[in-house]
């Protein structure tokens, strides 16, 4: 247990139900009033091979998995060593395992975790339909204390459509857990009294955070091709834009998903696509349309190993170079990160609002590591950003698309205005939108594009500023959370940091990034990449002190507070 | 967009720009110019209820030479950019125009699934079997033994693409030829393919006098097509697979059902935020 | 590869790795395998003559399944891929194989430009009528009314795709179904497809146990087409467009020429100076 | 006339035959011993709109065009303010036009040029089967002093296909223009006295040397998908390579001109493709997956105007973001840039030598200034650089292809190779190819990759570096001959400068770079483009003194070299 947290691993054959029980133990957390985040990995098979959850649950909010485990239940050893990198165990480690299972492979017993063989087989084919993840379930619920009468709730919803029996051997499953638990010897894991829920809380996804953020932007029509792992930000999409008056549709290729939704923005539709490396590679050169034309457009990179298909079901980093500066020509753009699971909801929200605000192009990076991962959160805040274009009024005269004013952003007229018609063009243009290749035109309207994006005021939204000690963390994305509590780590010790994590990477923001740094005279950068992508960037862009380090490491295995922690120790 | 009856109705000349076309002189794209105006004014559509969207390329010049909206965006994806809008604005008259290299050869995806998807956009393809704007290389529509271009010297070696038959295959449901050098025909075919709930393809053979200058015959060997517009696929497609690409008609109208989706709100948003509560 | 008399035959199993699928128990792409892999030895091909070109998908996986060379390039370029190594080295063997959103959707154009161009390629398209790997959306060839995934909730409402009208139209000139219920049958395909010169268009009926249950059905639905393979592109159309989709065999052989350039050297790379000297 | 050269502008109407007329005078002045570059201007009408002709002749090589031009050749005015950012004219200029082609435009007249109005026209008319723009040739014979009878051959073998009729009136026309002059009182603006031409030179386009430099450098196979200013490559390479045994395919699209090179080149033949900006975008998933596979390519991107369609017929350095940085994950690859029309060929070459030993995709950079200008060049020096493939010998063993060597270079099998049979993947993998997503694997691939860019030595051919001065020139590609051409005049008032220009873009080169900058205290950045993307590069990667300057510009109009020794005289 680190501090306030409980961490678990439970694993087993795909069959075996291993995801089923750890939403089961999440969402009982939640309801007995904990906060907590739920992780995944699977081996390649398709269906039926390996898989495993992490979970860490606590009294306080938790933003990223711990360094180690404190409870590993393994409900059989099927390629357990695949996840040998991932469920870091040690000497205070509790392994709950079968007794029939054969021994526990090499890599699992050199940790020196305290190996707990129990009659889990043996349990199971005693219920009648009895199933061992519900017996995996029980032996957790025992462990962590939570309340059985919670734990019986979530698994009667759980299970209720699928009929008493089964329902009733899922109970009894977790009693057996529950008493296998009481008689053994297992050093209990509690997890510490539960926080009053002030306001009810939420227990949802990165991608749908996501998703939600954009509706609440204000986007109405979404096209898009599957691609992992951004589905679920287009499954949940697809039912929930029906309901409040907008359409997903698929698409055949990634060509046509930002194509469509150029063309569903210049109709007047707030409009997204989400993907990942793959299919925004394939998306840049229209995404340069979009900039040429000012057309506003969202579109979500939900980031996962790279190069080329690369780790499709892992998380990394690495596509904020073709994020940033993937577009041929001088093609100025925005480029976002979310730097939490909630925190999706907030980027992608505030994302929808710069895109239609300044008739831009907004490109928001998430990672697999918070979009398939499941948070409880407290409900977030209403924001108010809502995406609002500037258009001109029915029955304009003299109307020119792409006038030169003086914020850069130029009235958009939308089909159905009379007096508004213009021709979108992603040929340089005159103001009119008449093709120019004139020297004057070309400047002017590359300068414009350029100016709305320099004069607009980003507030303080562009990044998180916590603490004021002269060792600052510059961060992005999924990398913030364990940093953050590195920090509180640090500050436990008496060492003093700042934590600067970036939500808004493209336009830099020079004077804001000086003052946040005004006062640190060591600069530790944090990304999940191989090549600094994100330390090249910064250096290319913003003064950095001398003094200065950076923790990179490409995917799969996620940052960890502790690597963090020990660089902040070792530099103090 | 409701008070129609009270608005003017335009003349064809209303519905062009007063930019001059960058196209060569004699270049069939400015019959295709004059009988998509002419079509509109018999529409009786106002200007800011259409959109004309193109790809890249001389034809794809086209919306700017209108006086409605419209979109150039880039090559071989206009499809796409009119799916979007006419799905997210089902109120709008959509006409997507453009050549046979952004339509068949880098275009081609979008094609077959626009012929399947059914969104009702009219989709005017004015073919003249060459690439244009990039100064004369062969496009998927031409001739197998054509040499004029320095990246195919001995021609192209690959029989050239049937667009109305790949069009029946992948589904169209309204299917039509025309030539630039019958303009007031052309207009004619265009006005029906606009008023055909769903995709229609319209090819329309427009000359290249610069890089295809041959194709000044056309103006001889192109005729109407023999047969009479049937609503049976396979006849459709015996009769495509044996034309001669020079006939024009409306050959093919069929009766699959159209993409439109609903955009009707049953709920608010804060609604939608139940599902996440514990 | 000129000795070919004095190399030993292999047999089916010498064609595949020792690496384990990721493919679910079931899955129809087994058969495939097995179907390929004894077409291989029927064919009595060397290993290092053989290439398996695939784009990405549960089917797309099979490349390393066997024991030839191949290349898992990306999702929807595999007949691209496939047309640069056979055009550069028309002395091997290329198969190119993958899924039908592999093939008709992300990779529509190559589909249509391949049966086009008629280089020597075989193309074995798995079709189950979804996305498999990422986990059950509808493909073009999955059924409009098919409301399993979370993308199309009702149903995709458009038509499904015709892989081999489609192909017809666009030119190919082998155009066979098969089924990977019927492992043998479908060897004996793919043994005649790869010995047919240019490129040759299978269609295999491959189930997706996991996100099209249905699909088991197979097993009684599908049937040997009740004709024989034709040679007129027209009585093929004819036939085609009336399909059912789940009828077996060769069903069009047509005669048009294969794309294949000469690399012979004329004269040395000095000689080509000549041009520019003043 | 500025210093040893020579600079004229031809314009007039579309088919008045301003380039033949410019075309036969450069070719006169090669035959007559100079050496010369002509680039050229045009409308937006696909034909028969205005068009002009730039040319600059003289005894020495000639890298770029000047600040002004020495005389101007109006054969009409159609349009010619269009020009006017290019056709730089003052005091000392001198414009001929046709007396009765009305009074010249507002700007031609502003800019101060003694106008020398002939009749023109008049003279044509009274020509039999006269051409304007055999007149505007015998025009410049007469004040450039070329010798009548070089002229004359040039005329004859240009003609001759047209009958005897065409090429005699065509002479007539040379005579006629030299007697207009001569009969005249403008000045006279006479070439030196020509070099010895100790070999033969060459006329050659940037295009056509950078396809020849592909060819000696192994290329066999091309796959590509015409585009503006690029087509120029393939239109030479596609006979050429059919005479060398090798093969062009016209592609469908840039997705699949990609991919048809990725696969000629696993089978053994070394692959190319050219394409501009948006052919770039569409490209860059694929060349993801040529890093991943470790295929070598190497990709040619003729740079125009951006963003978007952009202006495709002018000059800009914009595509260097995209070029760098435009591929998603961590994806190692070479970028080059030939700095002049002749290097298009050595760049060339040497990238394809880069791509086969290092298998790694290499995109070369050129622009539409240097591809679609000829230049007259001595015959380059035979380059040594041969692409050379490290292959496993027949019957190899336990081959593994992606093997991780010291060198991080692993002998790549190509079928046919018995034993070598391996599938190329761009999956993660492990050693022998087999998909992969462990860390352990990742980890190894990655480094794998970056280090064998990170060990190979590139030698002297990284980049120019030419004299020692404090004040040190950095620039690359096309803005190097102005840069040049700018520190010869500095040298000429006693200031003494550095040139720096970058070939090899990425991976940067940190060593050597400080070594060239040794004893420089201040950088000049020299680039064509909007968001001084070079200057950005520079400082990720590079340690730049403080004292530090950027001279960037978008196009069209090119870097000229008075404003390079502007800023250098203004900083001196
Ligand atoms: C991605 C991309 N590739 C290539 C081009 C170059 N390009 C512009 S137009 C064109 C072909 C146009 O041919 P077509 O559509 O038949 O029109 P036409 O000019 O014949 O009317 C090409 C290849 C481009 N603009 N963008
Ligand atoms: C550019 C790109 N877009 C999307 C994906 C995600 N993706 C991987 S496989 C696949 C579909 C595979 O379906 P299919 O080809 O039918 O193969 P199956 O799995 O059904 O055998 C998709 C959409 C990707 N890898 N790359
Ligand atoms: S090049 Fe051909 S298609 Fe283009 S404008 Fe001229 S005639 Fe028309
Ligand atoms: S998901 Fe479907 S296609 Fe993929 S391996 Fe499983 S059964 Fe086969
Ligand atoms: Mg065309
Ligand atoms: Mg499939």
Not at chain 1, 238 to 257: C, M, N, R, T
Not at chain 1, 471 to 490: D, K, N
Not at chain 2, 143 to 160: C, E, I, N, Q, Y
Request: glycine share 12%; proline share 6%.
């Amino acid at each position: 247990m680190s501090g306030d947290t409980v961490s678990i691993a439970i694993s087993g054959a795909g069959g075996a139900g291993v995801m089923t029980a750890a939403q089961m133990l999440l969402d009982a957390a939640a309801k007995a009033g904990f906060y907590g985040l739920m992780a995944r990995s699977s081996g390649p098979q398709i269906r039926g091979g390996e898989v495993a959850a992490f979970l860490r649950l606590g009294s306080r909010p938790v933003e990223c998995l711990d360094d180690r485990f404190d409870v590993m239940v393994a409900l059989d050893w099927l390629n357990v060593e695949r996840f040998a990198g991932e469920i870091v165990l040690d000497g205070a480690s509790v392994v709950l395992c079968d007794a029939d299972a054969g021994e526990a492979p090499e890599r699992i017993r050199a940790s020196g975790a305290q190996l707990v063989p129990l009659p889990l087989q043996e349990t199971v084919k005693n219920l009648p339909g009895g199933r061992m993840n519900m017996l995996g379930l029980g032996l957790l619920t025992g462990l962590t204390g939570l309340p059985e009468d919670v734990v019986g709730g979530v698994v009667a919803k759980g299970l209720k459509k699928r009929g008493q029996e089964v329902l009733d051997a899922g109970l009894a499953g977790v009693r057996a857990g529950m008493a296998l638990v009481a008689a053994s010897e297992v050093p209990a894991c509690r997890l510490g009294s539960s926080p009053p829920a002030v306001a009810p809380r939420w227990n949802i996804s990165g991608n749908e955070a996501a998703g939600l953020g954009c509706i609440r932007g204000g986007i109405r029509f979404v096209a898009a091709y599957p691609i992992t792992p951004a589905t679920e930000i287009l499954e949940w999409l697809a039912p929930s834009l029906e309901k409040v008056g907008g359409v997903l549709v698929q698409a055949e290729d990634e060509l046509a998903s930002i194509n469509m939704i150029i063309g569903g923005s210049f109709g007047g539709t707030p409009a997204l696509t989400a993907t990942s490396g793959p299919g925004l590679a394939l998306m840049m050169e229209s995404i340069g349309l979009a900039v040429a034309s000012e057309t506003p457009i969202v579109v979500i990179d939900v980031m996962r190993g790279g190069p080329s298909t690369g780790i499709p079901t892992k998380s990394e980093q690495s596509d904020l170079n073709i994020a940033l500066y993937g577009l041929h020509g001088d093609a100025p753009h925005i480029v976002t990160a979310a730097r939490s699971i909630a925190d999706c909801q907030f980027t992608a929200q505030w994302s929808v609002h710069l895109a239609e605000q300044l008739q831009v192009p907004v490109i928001v990076l998430t990672d697999q590591s918070l979009g398939q991962s499941r948070a409880i959160v407290d409900r977030p805040a209403d924001l108010a950003f809502i995406g609002r274009r500037e258009m001109p009024v029915a029955g304009v005269t003299g109307y020119q698309r792409y006038a030169l004013t003086a914020s850069g952003v130029s009235p958009m007229a939308i089909p159905g205005i009379p007096g508004g018609e213009y021709i979108a063009d992603g040929l340089e243009h005159a103001v009119s939108g008449r093709p120019s290749s004139g020297n004057e035109d070309h400047s002017a309207q590359l300068d414009k594009r350029a100016r709305k994006l320099e004069l607009f005021d980003y507030g303080d939204h562009w990044a998180d500023v916590e603490g004021d000690g002269p060792l600052a963390i510059v961060t992005l994305g999924s990398c913030s959370g364990p940093v953050r509590e590195a920090c509180a780590r640090a500050k436990a010790l008496g060492i003093a940091t700042r934590l600067i994590s970036l939500r808004l990477l493209a336009p830099a923001q020079e004077d804001r990034f000086a003052k946040a740094l005004e006062g640190a005279d060591r600069v530790l950068v944090v990304e999940q990449t191989h090549s600094k992508q994100f330390y090249r960037y910064l250096r290319a862009h913003y003064d950095l002190p001398r003094d200065l380090k950076v923790l990179s490491r490409p995917g799969p295995l996620p940052i960890r507070p502790g690597e963090v922690f020990d660089c902040i120790k070792a530099w103090s | 967009m409701t008070a129609l009856a009270q608005t003017p109705a335009l003349t064809a000349a209303a519905y062009k720009s007063d930019y001059r076309p960058v196209w060569c002189p004699g270049c069939g794209h400015y019959s295709v110019l004059s009988s998509l105006t002419k079509a509109l004014a018999e529409l009786g559509l106002q200007r800011e209820n259409v959109a004309v969207i193109s790809g890249i390329g001389c034809s794809s010049r086209i919306p700017a030479y209108t006086s409605v909206y419209g979109f150039h965006s880039v090559h071989g994806r206009a499809l796409p950019v009119a799916t979007g809008l006419k799905v997210a604005r089902p109120d709008l008259t959509v006409v997507v125009a453009g050549g046979d290299g952004d339509g068949y050869s880098i275009g081609g995806n979008h094609f077959l699934h626009a012929c399947r998807r059914n969104v009702d956009l009219t989709y005017l393809v004015m073919d003249n079997q060459v690439y244009g704007m990039t100064k004369g290389q062969a496009s998927p529509t031409t001739p197998a033994d054509w040499d004029r271009s320095k990246l195919t010297p001995h021609g192209t070696g690959v029989s050239p693409f049937h667009p109305l038959a790949v069009a029946l295959a992948a589904g169209a449901n309204f299917i039509a030829r025309c030539y630039a050098g019958d303009p007031n025909g052309t207009a004619r075919v265009i006005t029906e393919a606009v008023r055909h709930p769903g995709f229609s393809m319209v090819q329309i053979l427009s000359q290249c006098v610069t890089y295809q200058p041959s194709q000044k015959e056309w103006k001889t060997t192109v005729r109407k097509a023999d047969v009479t517009t049937t609503r049976d696929a396979v006849r459709a497609a015996r009769w495509l697979m044996a034309d001669d690409g020079l006939s024009t008609g409306v050959l093919y109208i069929g009766h699959r059902p159209i993409y439109r989706p609903e955009l009707q709100a049953s709920c608010s948003v804060d609604d939608l935020e139940s599902g996440f509560v514990v």
